[in-house]
């Protein structure tokens, strides 16, 4: 029999629950957390390798060693480790061993010398029957032998009712032989699992929102309380969720499990029908019905967030809900992530527009806060392309500033640190700040789609090319059909001079979506930087025609490359750019390649020094840009590094 419980100093470790006790107080511990106490405790006394606790644990995935150094010092926290009271020694280089006294308990309220000891005494319990009874058993001789001979029917009786009850007993056992034996086991948890869009009663567009809106904030919840991985609501655009074929769902986006919803309004009470069901072999797993007044539907996607993680088989992780107590507030707020959600400039505003609504009605609404400071950065992003380097200047530090204010009021945002990382190293030109608020960001929400991009974003950048791809790749994971990961892989490859990696991926890309004029102009840069420049030519002109060129320019491109060559091409680009610079926005950057194709380095020097004092977020990755090679060793493009803070 294996033990079940483990007992050291003043803490009971309860295996089956999960659950770690202190003095009989339940503590609280992240599931994860529980997993590596628990593989040390089971091995108290013998070293555990780092990858004997990546295989238990993390089963494979890429992890780095840092998971397991903050898994083992929250650990240390939680007993109260000090140097008089050891509980965990690391052995360098190897990994951890569990020093402490560990007694196995193989019954949560006996031990083993308990049990051995309960035995004995039985026994001797049963010993002193025959010895303290001597004189009953003369006593009841004396009787038998008075009695006459029993009566034949009745000894005949007696044996019947032995052995009618030896046949039940009999076939009782077996019968329980057999149920143990085919009883299905108890299913493993769902390690992985999709939020399908809520279906609603009413086909209205503020019914279909509010239903589509409520899924978003499941997910969001969901994924900040488990260790499952929970599929990124967009990762379902392929699909026509609700009524989606889910082993098309659990093929292509390799989940376990799939939460369904339908939602039904009856003037200020929601109905709210939640179903689980196990994709692995079909079976529902659980179902239940909420009937929430329209004051407590904020908290109460919280509540179901919670009870959807225990009835998945994984703990829920002890963070505090993030919602307003105010309906009107929450209700802006929803509106705000429907139009973050559709990422238009003009949606972007309104995503603005209702999410500072939201705060006005609840300032200490911290999801608020940070969706807006979200909305900002995406508004930064899109407005400066078409606006200016003042867009940079306006957006950035307002995204900054919401999410410092969201971390005032709930230091566990995960979205708030991850906006705030992404100002640090984009505008800021922190990146120490904005490693650290990184990885408290997904330590906090493992399933934050946006916190693994950018951050595999911020590592392309500094030259941690590998480590920068597992981060894309967890974000992949969360939803396989994104052309605009796969777009900034290919970038991330491009910039660590992978070429064929990054041609890859662009094409993976491209079979998605064709029409990101963006994900093109990069594309043909690839290629270019490749040596393949028919390809770089035609792509650079389907980016010009999603946008919208004057015919005359995309014709000259054309043309140009095909009398001249590169050379023709990299000229009618600049000719083109320099004419749209005059009326309009243009990446100083793209001007600054197209200046080093051409050979007129001075030209690009002075457009680059324009794109760092505007703070563009695309001079982030001239450091390792292969365009921007021949210019490495020139001391006034090292100046323009150096404005920038990168980390050596």
Known sequence: MFPSHYKFDDFLLDAPEAALYKNGELLKIRSRTFQVLQVLVENAGNVVTKEEFFEKIWQGAFVEDNNLTVAVAEI???????????????????????????????????????????????????AEIPANSTKEKENTAEKSAAKPQRNFIAVVSSHKILVSAAIVLIIFLVG????????????????????????????????????????????????RITDARVADYEAFAPFDAPDADLSKIKAELKIDGAVSGEIRT?????????????????????????????SDLPQSQYRIARDVAREIGQNDLPVDALATANYEAYQAYLAGRHYLGKGASKDLEKAVENFKSATVKDASFADAHSGMAVAHILQGLDL????????????????????????????????ALAALAFVNYRYEYDWANAEQNFKRAIELNPNNLRAHRWYGEFLHRIGRFDAGFAEQKTAL???PNSARILNEMAWGAYLAHRFDEAVSYAESARRIDKTNATALYNASEIYEQKGDYANAAELWTEAM??????????????TSYQKNGYRGFAQAKIDWLENISEKDYVYPTDLAKGFIALGKNDKAIEWLAKGVEGRVPDMLSIKYAPAFDSLKTDTRFQAILARMNFPN
């Open 545 to 558: 025609i999603i946008e919208e060129a004057n015919r005359k320019w995309i014709a000259d491109v054309e």
């Open 76 to 126: 240390r926290k939680i007993l109260g480790e000090s140097k008089e009271n050891k509980f965990i020694e690391t052995i360098p280089k190897k990994g951890y061993r569990f020093v402490a006294k560990v007694e196995k308990v193989f019954n949560k309220f006996k031990s083993a010398e308990e049990e051995k000891e309960f035995d004995e005494n039985k026994s001797a319990s049963r």
């Open 176 to 223: 329980a032989f057999l149920r143990s034996s085919i009883a299905p086991t108890k299913a493993e948890p769902l390690r992985s699992i999709a939020v399908l869009p809520f279906s609603t009663a009413s086909n209205s567009p503020d019914s279909r929102i509010f239903a589509e809106e409520l899924t978003r904030d499941l997910t969001q919840n969901l994924g």
């Open 266 to 294: 009856n003037g200020t009470t929601t109905e709210i029908l939640i179903k689980i069901s196990d994709l692995r072999n079909g079976a529902k797993i659980w179902e239940k019905h909420y009937s929430i007044n329209e």
């Open 384 to 415: 400066y392309a078409s606006s200016g380097l003042s867009a940079s200047r306006q957006s950035f530090p307002a995204a900054g500033e919401r999410a410092r204010r969201a971390l005032e009021l709930d230091p566990h945002s995960d979205e």
């Open 477 to 479: 994971a969360l939803n």
